[in-house]
């Protein structure tokens, strides 16, 4: 059961890798620095009508404007650098999924850690406080009684 | 206050911080994107104009008045709504509005015009969206504020509400007017 389990998931995630594939832009480049250069830029970079989608990813209008334009950029030579920084300059840092580390943007990236931290917090505290628990809950009568009790089951 | 009592008022707490944060962060827009380009000087550009393809019109013709810079298209359902604004900004209050016509065909943008009315002194006819990506279009309409030295002022992104248009955009171009 667990095997074919296992065979039907791997089966399902590679039939989605396969379609994930098949949705990239047709663009190709005769050079294989550029064309790596390019899908690595459509993945940095939203898609700035649909929000959740990077430019790789959307298939709104302006996405397909922006990817030629990315493509006409980066075959006439442009670094990463200078593509992102023209995207940048005309739609702000919102086109960036990897947002810079800035005053503006500690609370983004601090966040969560922070959390993380508070939680290890709170689970190293709560983890203390119950090893601690049956030893304060232990009354001596009650654990005479327990001996007692488990002796009678022994002599049976 | 004891602990026990403290311990009880956590759930509390968590949700009157959480009202607090649900409170700014439902109130915001997400489509509204802070603009790099307000401050700066209009990306420069020269396109056809509209109805005189022969014409060339571009940040040129932006420069000497204070301008509103609309990026409309025919296929833009809220560009229609937004349009009567447009017309008695231009018509009433004498706001010299200007188009940028963003990938269309001219046949419809020009239907559009007849049908509609024409508030715009004229229309850059910007076919593959290229300048728009210049002036970081995402979503028709937008409007940009542009004063005469040809500095973008301010940015609006969806269609312009006639309290906005009374509340926002007039007494800011006032202003920017009155700087001379």
Redesign the interface.
């Given at each position: 059961m667990k095997r074919v389990l296992y065979v039907a998931s791997l089966w399902l995630l590679g039939g989605w890798l396969a379609f994930a594939g098949a949705s990239f832009s047709p663009v190709e480049f005769d050079d294989p620095v550029l064309q790596q250069r390019y899908q690595a830029l459509l993945h940095e970079l939203r898609c700035?009508?649909c929000?959740n989608q990077s430019l790789a990813d959307s298939g709104a209008?302006?996405a397909s404007?922006?990817r030629r334009?990315v493509y006409n950029q980066v075959s006439a030579g442009a670094s990463e650098r200078e593509v992102i920084d023209f995207m940048?300059?005309?739609?702000?840092?919102?086109v960036l999924y990897r947002p810079p580390l800035r005053p503006a943007t500690y609370l983004l990236w601090g966040a969560p850690f922070t959390l993380l931290l508070i939680g290890m917090i709170v689970l190293y505290r709560s983890a203390r406080s119950s090893r601690a628990a049956p030893a304060e809950a232990a009354d001596p009568t009650a654990s005479d009684r327990a001996r007692r009790l488990l002796q009678q089951g022994d002599d049976r | 206050m004891n602990k026990r009592t403290l311990f009880y008022l956590m759930p509390l707490a968590v949700f009157v911080l959480l009202g607090a944060l649900l409170a700014i962060g439902l109130t915001l827009d997400?489509?509204k994107?802070?603009?790099?380009?307000v401050g700066r000087d209009a990306?420069e550009f020269a396109l056809p104009e509209l109805k005189e393809p022969e014409r060339i019109v571009g940040t040129e013709q932006l420069r000497g008045d204070v301008v509103l810079f609309n990026v409309w298209a025919s296929w833009c359902v809220s560009c229609r709504a937004e349009h009567p604004v447009l017309q008695a900004l231009a018509d009433r209050h004498g706001v010299p509005v200007v188009g940028l016509n963003y990938?269309d065909k001219r046949a419809d943008a020009l239907q559009y015009l007849n049908r509609l009315g024409d508030p715009y002194g004229w229309n850059a006819h910007d076919l593959?969206?290229?300048v728009?990506?210049?002036?970081?279009v995402?979503?028709t309409p937008e409007t940009f504020i542009v004063d005469r030295q040809g500095r973008i002022r301010y940015k609006h992104v969806g269609p312009i509400s006639w309290q906005q248009a009374e509340k926002e955009i007039l007494p800011l171009i006032r202003q920017i007017r009155s700087e001379g």
């Open positions: 700035t009508v929000m209008g302006l404007d922006l334009e940048v300059s005309r739609y702000g840092e919102f | 997400p489509r994107l802070p603009s790099p380009l990306p990938k593959d969206g290229r728009g990506i210049d002036w970081g995402y979503g």
